[in-house]
């Protein structure tokens, strides 16, 4: 029966519970920061457009170049499960090298962005979206 001091006693382990959700619930800074290149990635779809589109995209790409960076230096959260040691430092070898690979991708699009190239920023854009597909495959919990 729920009474009073139930109720009462309850309380403490409710709060424990609430905070033990809200911990789990808060994304890890890998999950951050992939959420705004996502978000900024969608911002750039169009950018290739033309030429006055490609030019409001620099400040952009050049904010996402510190993103991955950023990124770069994060443990992928499958990489712990990994048993095997030699396996382990392979897959954070690759790890690092995709993320590399993404921020050379970014200075080609900066690049092509200064040459108001449209059709080379929109090659490293496709680019970029191969990078982010073989990096999900291999990375990114189901
Ligand atoms: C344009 C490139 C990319 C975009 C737009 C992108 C986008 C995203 C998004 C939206 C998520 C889900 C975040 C969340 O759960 O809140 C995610 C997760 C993740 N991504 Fe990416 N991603 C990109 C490239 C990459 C690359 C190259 C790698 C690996 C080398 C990678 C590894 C991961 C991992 C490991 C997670 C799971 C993080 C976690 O749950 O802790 N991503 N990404």
Redesign the pocket.
């Known amino acids: 029966m729920l009474n009073r001091r139930t109720l009462l006693a309850s309380v403490p382990a409710l709060a424990l519970l609430s905070h033990a959700a809200l911990a789990q619930d808060a994304?890890?800074k890998?999950?951050?920061l992939?959420?705004e290149?996502?978000r900024s990635?969608r911002s750039l779809k169009d950018a290739g457009k033309d030429e006055a589109s490609l030019a409001a995209a620099l400040e952009t790409v050049r904010r996402l170049q510190h993103v991955v960076l950023d990124?770069k230096s994060e443990e992928?959260?499958?990489l712990a499960d990994v048993k095997d040691p030699k396996k382990q430092k392979r897959q954070q070898q690759?790890?690092v090298a995709?993320?590399q690979?993404?921020v050379q991708e970014l200075f080609d699009a900066e690049n092509a962005i200064l040459a108001g190239d449209t059709k080379a920023f929109d090659k490293a854009m496709r680019a970029?979206?191969e990078?982010?597909k073989?990096?999900?495959d291999?990375?990114?919990?189901k």
Do not use: I, R, S
């Open positions: 994304p890890t890998l999950q951050e992939m959420g290149l996502n990635m990124a992928p959260p499958l690759d790890y995709k993320m690979q993404l970029m979206n990078t982010k073989a990096g999900h291999e990375f990114k919990p």
